[in-house]
Nanobody, 116 residues
Framework: QVSVVESGGGLVQARGSLRLSCVAS????????MGWYRQAPGKERELVAR???????NYADTVKGRFTISRDNAKNTVYLQMNSLKPEDTAVYYC??????????WGQGTQVTVSS
């Protein structure tokens, strides 16, 4: 009924930049929050950044100052601008959205690989 789809992952060199996009679709009345998580091999999934409709944002300490989350409400889209990438940023990045006050939606994940 509602879903999110990520794009923008790929291979990038250290100190490079990448922008991820996530588009929500379906019968959407409201998107209460959208965010990005990541999971590296052998590690737990962790919060990277999230944003709410109240314009609040939160970042993991490891990405603070390097990553920026933003939303385009008209397009039901959230972005993650990643700058100064490090090899330790390598992970599968997942988009998450809480939609219509009831649907906790996850994307399929997009691989980000940062080479040294």
């Amino acid at each position: 009924q509602v879903s999110v789809v990520e794009s923008g992952g790929g291979l990038v060199q250290a100190r490079g930049s990448l922008r991820l996009s996530c588009v929500a679709s379906g019968s959407i009345f409201s998107i209460n929050s959208m965010g990005w998580y990541r999971q590296a091999p052998g590690k737990e999934r962790e919060l990277v950044a999230r944003a709410t409709n109240r314009d609040g944002t939160n970042y993991a300490d490891t990405v603070k100052g390097r990553f920026t989350i933003s939303r385009d409400n008209a397009k039901n889209t959230v972005y993650l601008q990643m700058n100064s990438l490090k090899p330790e940023d390598t992970a599968v990045y997942y988009c998450n959205a809480y939609i219509n006050h009831r649907h906790d939606c996850w994307g399929q994940g997009t691989q980000v690989t940062v080479s040294s």
